[in-house]
T-cell receptor, first 113, second 117 residues
Framework: NAGVTQTPKFQVLKTGQSMTLQCAQD?????MSWYRQDPGMGLRLIHY???????DQGEVPNGYNVSRSTTEDFPLRLLSAAPSQTSVYFC????????????FGPGTRLTVL | AQKITQTQPGMFVQEKEAVTLDCTYD???????LFWYKQPSSGEMIFLIY??????QNATEGRYSLNFQKARKSANLVISASQLGDSAMYFC??????????????FGTGTRLTIIP
């Protein structure tokens, strides 16, 4: 199993550009989510999904869109990049249930100039 | 109010000593779970240990144990016999189960642990 994969690993954007961060998992997990990690702030939830066709907002959703057309894939779209979106982005997945830990992808380091 | 508080931004510990990383939480949900993750300098998030709010015993996983004090709302991670490879950032996180399918994790700000040879 590849687990949770993310592409790209690094990305530099100019303000106003759009892009999609890719996330895929091969563990048949129902739950998938996107977090951003900023210095001194831990990880904050952007969007999440409990299954194909179902998404919801997390703590910091502004400026981001998601969709879940398949169980495996959960892309994160930046509509018009801003310097405040410079961060490390993590995708995570898990089974639904109390004791199930979330498996994280390796992260994408995004810089917006 | 912060849901997860980690009050130690950084800690330095001598190799082979035990170390306790503090975590306090705030929730009104009677059913919840607490997780600890390790983030080494390479950046990946590694799951370490889990404690459920109704678990009767403190969780243990190898050298990791969780000192769970429900009345105090604390879930401290204890690492026994620390090793150089334990140097990393450690995050405490909570999941509240009030809503079915609510798998959202709330993270603390982390503690950077450095093991000194």
């Amino acid at each position: 199993n590849a687990g949770v994969t993310q592409t790209p690993k690094f990305q530099v954007l100019k303000t106003g550009q759009s892009m999609t961060l890719q996330c895929a998992q091969d563990m048949n997990h129902e739950y998938m989510s996107w977090y951003r990690q900023d210095p001194g702030m831990g990880l904050r939830l952007i969007h999440y999904s409990v299954g194909a066709g179902i998404t919801d907002q997390g703590e910091v959703p502004n400026g981001y869109n998601v969709s879940r057309s398949t169980t495996e894939d959960f892309p994160l779209r930046l509509l018009s990049a801003a310097p405040s979106q410079t961060s490390v982005y993590f995708c995570a997945s898990s089974y639904i249930g109390p004791r199930n830990e979330q498996f994280f992808g390796p992260g994408t380091r995004l810089t917006v100039l | 109010a912060q849901k997860i508080t980690q009050t130690q931004p950084g800690m330095f510990v001598q190799e082979k000593e035990a170390v306790t990383l503090d975590c306090t939480y705030d929730t009104s949900d009677p059913s919840y779970g607490l997780f600890w993750y390790k983030q080494p300098s390479s950046g990946e998030m590694i799951f370490l240990i889990y404690q459920g709010s109704y678990d009767q015993q403190n969780a243990t996983e190898g050298r990791y144990s969780l000192n769970f004090q429900k009345a105090r709302k604390s879930a401290n991670l204890v690492i026994s016999a620390s090793q150089l490879g334990d140097s990393a950032m450690y995050f405490c996180a909570m999941r509240e189960f009030q809503t079915v399918g609510n798998e959202k994790l709330t993270f603390g700000t982390g503690t950077r642990l450095t093991i000194i040879p």
